[in-house]
């Protein structure tokens, strides 16, 4: 008999922890190694957040609370929907978790049963899948390349609607390519869902502030959409709060009850003292995030202007989040000294090992011809990493 169970044999490690930890062993043997695969914010939480942090310690906030948080944390979160997004809740619709990733998980597994499709736009965040596949779901993935911005079209998402799909998930902006879609174009994918209400739409908008082009639009804010919307947000990426841990949910009050019954087997709530931070995070200042937004877009034209004189690449201007996703089958085929370039992995393995860069697999994003980079780290080092990426990748002949 088998010790472990075929749910996590057959789980995939995320290949972006993974190319973080091979970054680690090189640089533990004294390898200058840049790493350029991990999508964390490099700057402090905002002050005020930090302050506010104090001083519930301070308070005494060190008990269980509500699984699905305090109730004026949830109710923070209300106000900030409203505020930014037009959205309309009330606090029994929010659900605080330990990160928006167990924020999406929390919705799969209570959505999701056996069998049950679920349309995911490829390319896609690299916990879908799994999250997917431990939900015992099936994923119906909908390819978009580099030509169309990396952005699936109402047409694409109509032909893969079957009788039993029951989500769809997708993140704006985008993590791995950093697309932003349009007002326009979510108004395109909601007129499709419109014929199709039984569907639940699952919207990943963690990079909500780190956008370059205007402002955010949320597909549940697009007609009756609300009402089958659930909005997956958190503090990680604007707040620079990777640490803390606290997503949430906004979702019709069925989905949202569900997940505090689920959650409550789980985790419980998320951490008394991270949710005190998280009122002053939603509702203070927002002057630290638009600042670390405008050093993302200088970064974002730093490594495009890099790699835009690497002959072979092919990028679009990803116009949120802090990732660039260059097409690299140009370099399929390619050889330098025993390295054999046959794939992505195989560009990634070399980039890192010979160029002292750690960038991400496409693979893992299943988008197999290309690679992520994240500009989430100093001026400095983005430059010296593209200078030794024109160098390695040069050198392949």
Known sequence: MDLLSKRITELTESQTLAMAARSRELAAKGIDVINLSLGEPDFLTPEHVREAAKLAIDQGFSFYTPVAGYADTREAVVQKLARDNGLQYTADQIVTSTGAKQSIINVLLCLLNPGDEIIIPTPYWVSYLSMVQLAEGKAILVPA?????????????????????????????????????????????????????????????IYEYINFDGQHHSIAA????????????????????????????????????????????????????????????????????????????????????????????????????????????????KKYGTYNIQNADDLATYLLVEGHVAVVTGEAFGAPNCIRLSYATSDQKLETAMERMQKALGNLQ
């Open 145 to 205: 390349g580099v030509e169309q911005d990396f952005k699936i079209t109402p047409a694409q998402l109509e032909a893969a609607i079957t009788p039993k799909t029951k989500a769809f998930l997708f993140s704006s902006p985008c993590n791995p390519t950093g697309s932003v879609y349009t007002k326009e174009e979510l108004e395109g994918l909601a007129a499709v869902f419109s014929r199709y209400p039984h569907i639940t739409v699952i919207s990943d908008e």
């Open 222 to 333: 697009i007609g009756d959409m609300i009402e089958r919307t659930v909005v997956v947000n958190g503090l990680s990426k604007g707040f620079a709060m990777t640490g803390w841990r606290f997503g949430y949910i906004a979702a019709p009050l069925e989905i949202a009850k569900a997940c505090v019954k689920l959650q409550g087997q789980f985790t419980s709530a998320t951490s008394s003292i991270t949710q005190r931070a998280a009122i002053a995070a939603l509702t203070g200042d927002l002057a630290p995030t638009f600042e670390m937004r405008e050093a993302f877009r200088r970064r974002r034209k730093l490594v495009l202007d890099g790699l835009n004189k690497i002959p072979g690449l092919r990028c679009n201007q990803p116009t949120g989040a802090f990732y660039v996703f260059p097409e690299v089958s140009g370099f399929f085929g």
